[in-house]
C-alpha cells in the first residue's frame, strides 16, 4: 500500500456509487481521508457522467491478490484493470524479473491509468485498450490472471491464458444474479478445478459473452403470461427452522444455495410491491417449471405453490436430499469449468450448467460444509 499510494490513481470520482463528486487533482490533501477510508470509489468522466467502473475497497482487494498468490518474477494479467491502481501493486510484487498486462475497455481510464503507471515507474506494467472478452491478448500463457469484473462466462480463448497449473482469480455470477462467488480457479490439463472460493460484488464484465442476464419473476405477471390461475393452489406452513414465522428461517440461505447450485429452475421472485434495498437477502425464492406451468416459493414461513404441483413436489425432493446430505453450506459445492466443447456426460454432478463457451459442473462434497458436522463440532 505505501508503495502503491491509491491517490496516485484516482482522480474524478464518488465514494461508493452516490457520494458527492470528488475531483482529486483540484483538491488532493482535503480528500486524502475520503481515499483512505476503506470503501470503494466510482469513477466518472470528465463530463461527470458515471463510469461503469469502480476502484474497488482496497484491503479486500488486497485480501484478494494474496489469495492468488502473487509472488516475484510471475507474469501477471488483470482483466477489468481500471485505474491501475491494483496492476500497480501486482507489478510491485512481481518485481523488476516479472511483468503486469492490464486489459480495459473504457479508453479514458487505460489511458490515465497508463500515465498514473508510468508517473509511479511501474516498467514493468503495460495497459491494452480492448474488449477481453473478444479481442486476443498478447503474453499468453499468464501465470497468474485476475479478472475484477463479474463474469457469467468464460470465452473459449479465456482457457489459454492461464499456463497449466497458473491460477485464475474470477467472481464468478451466481444464477440470477444473486450476487458472485470470488473463486480461485486452478488449471488443469482440461480446464479448471476450483479451489476456493468467497461471497462478493463486482462491476459485471461486458461483453458478447456476457449476456445471460435473467431476470427475476413476479409471481402475478407470470401467472398472466402462463395462463394460470393467479391464486396460489396450494400454501401450507413450511417454517423452516425460524423462530417467527414471517422472517425466513436460520437456514434458509443454506438451502436457497442448494437450490441455486442444483435446481436449473432456481428462480428468485420479485415481490409486487418494492421493497428496501436492505430486504434483498429476504426476497421469495423457489423454481419455476414453464413447461409444466408450475411454481413453487418459499416465502416467510410457508410454501406456496401456483398452477401445477410439479415445482413443488421437485422443491421438496430436493429440500429431502439436502437434509440427507447433513444440510450443506456454501463451501460444500465444488466446481469444475472446462470447454463446452470438450465436456463429457458426469453421471455424478449435482448440476452441469452450460454457459456459453465454458460448461460449469458442479459436486457437493457435503463433508466440506454440512450444517451437521457443525452441530456435532457443537455440541461435543
Ligand atoms: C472493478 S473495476 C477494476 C478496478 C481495478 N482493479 C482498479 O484497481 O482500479 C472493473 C473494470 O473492468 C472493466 N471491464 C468490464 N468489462 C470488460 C471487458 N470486456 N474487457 C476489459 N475490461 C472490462 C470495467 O471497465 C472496469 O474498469
Request: glycine content about 8%; aromatic content about 8%.
Amino acid at each position: 500500500m505505501r508503495a502503491t499510494p491509491r491517490h496516485r490513481f484516482v482522480h474524478r470520482f464518488r465514494a461508493n456509487s452516490d457520494g458527492p463528486l470528488h475531483d482529486l487533482d483540484a483538491d488532493p490533501i482535503s480528500l486524502l481521508p475520503v481515499v483512505y477510508h476503506g470503501q470503494p470509489l466510482t469513477h466518472v468522466a470528465a463530463d461527470g457522467t458515471p463510469l461503469p467502473s469502480t476502484n474497488s475497497e482496497a484491503a479486500y482487494v488486497l485480501w484478494l491478490v494474496e489469495r492468488l498468490g502473487v509472488e516475484p518474477t510471475q507474469q501477471i494479467l488483470e482483466i477489468g484493470s481500471g485505474s491501475g491502481w491494483l496492476l500497480a501493486v501486482m507489478a510491485h510484487l512481481a518485481g523488476p524479473e516479472g511483468a503486469v498486462t492490464g486489459i480495459e475497455i473504457i479508453p479514458s481510464l487505460a489511458d490515465q491509468s497508463r500515465a498514473d503507471l508510468a508517473e509511479l515507474g511501474r516498467g514493468n506494467a503495460r495497459v491494452l485498450t480492448a474488449d477481453a472478452t473478444c479481442e486476443p491478448i498478447s503474453g499468453a500463457p499468464f501465470d497468474r490472471v485476475i479478472i475484477t469484473a463479474a463474469t457469467w462466462s468464460l470465452p473459449a480463448a479465456f482457457f489459454d491464458l492461464v499456463a497449466e497449473g497458473g491460477k485464475l482469480l474470477v467472481p464468478l455470477r451466481l444464477p440470477r444474479d444473486e450476487g458472485c462467488e470470488v473463486t480461485l480457479l486452478r488449471r488443469e490439463s482440461c480446464g479448471f478445478r476450483a479451489e476456493w472460493s468467497f461471497p462478493g460484488f463486482f462491476v459485471p464484465l461486458v461483453g458478447a459473452s456476457q449476456s445471460a442476464e435473467i431476470a427475476r419473476v413476479r409471481i402475478d405477471e407470470w401467472t398472466v403470461q402462463a395462463g394460470i390461475d393467479a391464486e396460489p393452489s396450494l400454501s401450507y406452513p413450511f417454517w423452516f427452522a425460524s423462530l417467527a414465522p414471517s422472517l425466513p428461517g436460520t437456514a434458509s440461505p443454506a438451502f436457497r444455495r442448494h437450490l441455486a447450485m442444483t435446481e436449473p429452475g432456481f428462480t428468485i421472485f420479485e415481490p409486487a410491491a418494492a421493497r428496501p434495498a436492505a430486504a434483498k437477502w429476504l426476497s421469495d425464492f423457489g423454481l419455476l417449471d414453464g413447461k409444466a406451468g408450475s411454481a413453487a416459493i418459499m416465502r416467510a414461513g410457508r410454501l406456496i405453490g401456483y398452477g401445477a404441483p410439479t415445482a413443488t413436489r421437485q422443491l421438496l425432493e430436493s429440500y429431502r436430499r439436502w437434509c440427507d446430505l447433513g444440510m450443506p453450506g456454501p463451501t460444500a459445492y465444488k466446481l469444475q469449468v472446462i470447454p463446452t466443447e470438450a465436456t463429457v456426460s458426469n453421471e455424478t454432478a449435482a448440476l452441469t450448467e452450460v454457459r456459453g463457451d465454458s460448461t460449469f459442473i458442479r459436486s457437493i462434497d457435503a463433508h466440506a460444509g454440512a450444517w451437521c458436522n457443525l452441530l456435532e463440532r457443537t455440541s461435543s
